[in-house]
Nanobody, 121 residues
Framework: QVQLVESGGGLVQAGGSLRLSCAAS??????MGWFRQAPGKEREFVSA????????HHADSVKGRFTISRDNAKNTVWLQMNSLKPEDTAVYYC????????????????WGQGTQVTVSS
């Protein structure tokens, strides 16, 4: 059982940067991911990172701008967002996989409450 709490969202101008944090109440394992949901749109995949941090996945829309990292000892995952665009505006959610099963980077069992990111033009 894992509880996730995101933080670090806010209002920034286009071209600016934000760093989101996700603190987990329990051990994080396998893939950890970030998703986002804009008003009127479905939740979409943003980034994922494997157990050791050596494997990452990113949506095409954020490649080259976003970086995902993790520290398993601290039960923490980060999303560094650079060169932000207005279309990045959304609620960002941290996601974790349950133990006992190995799966890919797009399927998750636990979700945080979300943190708002707003990018102005």
């Amino acid at each position: 059982q894992v509880q996730l709490v995101e933080s670090g969202g806010g209002l920034v101008q286009a071209g600016g940067s934000l760093r989101l944090s996700c603190a987990a109440s329990g051990r994080i394992r396998y893939y950890m991911g970030w998703f986002r949901q804009a008003p009127g749109k479905e939740r979409e995949f943003v980034s994922a990172i494997g157990w050791s941090g050596g494997t990452t996945h990113h949506a095409d829309s954020v490649k080259g701008r976003f970086t995902i990292s993790r520290d398993n000892a601290k039960n923490t995952v980060w999303l560094q967002m650079n060169s932000l665009k207005p279309e990045d505006t959304a609620v960002y959610y941290c996601a974790a996989q349950r133990g006992g099963v190995v799966r890919g980077p797009y399927e998750y069992d636990y979700w945080g409450q979300g943190t708002q990111v707003t990018v102005s033009s």
